[in-house]
Every structure is written in C-alpha cells, then in structure tokens.
Nanobody
C-alpha cells in the first residue's frame, strides 16, 4: 500500500500563488507516474497535471497550462504543484494520485491511478 498526503492548500486572492506538496509513504516507488486532479463542488474530478516517473515529461490541462508547474523530488518521495496566477475558477479540492503500473504514461484519466490522497482545499477569492 502507498499512502499519499497532500498539504499546502489554503485561501489566496486571485492572482496569487500556492505550492502544493504530496508526500508518499508506505510501499513507495520512485517509478510511479504521478498526477494532480481537482474537484470543485458539484463537478466531476478533473485532470490538472501529470509527470512520469523520471520527471522527464509533464502534461497539463489546457486550463492551467502556463500557470501551473508539476515537479517531483524522487529522493524525498514528494510531488509538487506550483500554482501561479490563480483564478477563482481554480477553487477546488486538489488530490494527488499515483499510477503503480505505467511509469511512463502520465495519464489524464482518474481510472489510471491506483492510489489517491485525501485532498487539500484551495480557495481563490475575487
């Protein structure tokens, strides 16, 4: 089993920045592809960004491209999401996820991921 714990969420004004972290523990592996998803009230969980095991390729949803940056520190088993130029529509619970079977894929679909964190709330005010 892998445990994922997100942190770094909070309340920020539009135009501000936040950095989310996701710490992995348990049966961890540096070879997992990982991703961030988010879910706003009344909406389905949606893809934000993904990164392959080596960090050599990253993928972003069009809505965050150019504003968010996903990265990872495999020595620390930690995933990051740097969020800049935040908008009210970025308000959601943000989840990190790990794909234990396809290290090189960086999928944008929720069903590709085997482990999920409990989420951290990000609220962007006008």
């Amino acid at each position: 089993q892998v445990q994922l714990v997100e942190s770094g969420g909070g309340l920020v004004q539009a135009g501000g920045s936040l950095r989310l972290s996701c710490a992995a523990s348990g049966r961890t592996s540096r070879s997992y592809a990982m991703a961030w998803f988010r879910q706003a009230p009344g909406k389905e969980r949606e893809f934000v960004a993904a990164i392959i095991w080596s960090g050599g390729r990253t993928y972003y949803a069009d809505s965050v491209k150019g504003r968010f940056t996903i990265s990872r520190d495999n020595a620390k088993y930690t995933l990051y999401l740097q969020m800049n130029s935040l908008r009210p529509e970025d308000t959601a619970v943000y989840y990190c996820a790990a794909d234990a079977t396809r290290s090189d894929l960086g999928s944008s679909t929720t069903t590709s991921y085997d482990y999920w964190g409990q989420g951290t709330q990000v609220t962007v005010s006008f």
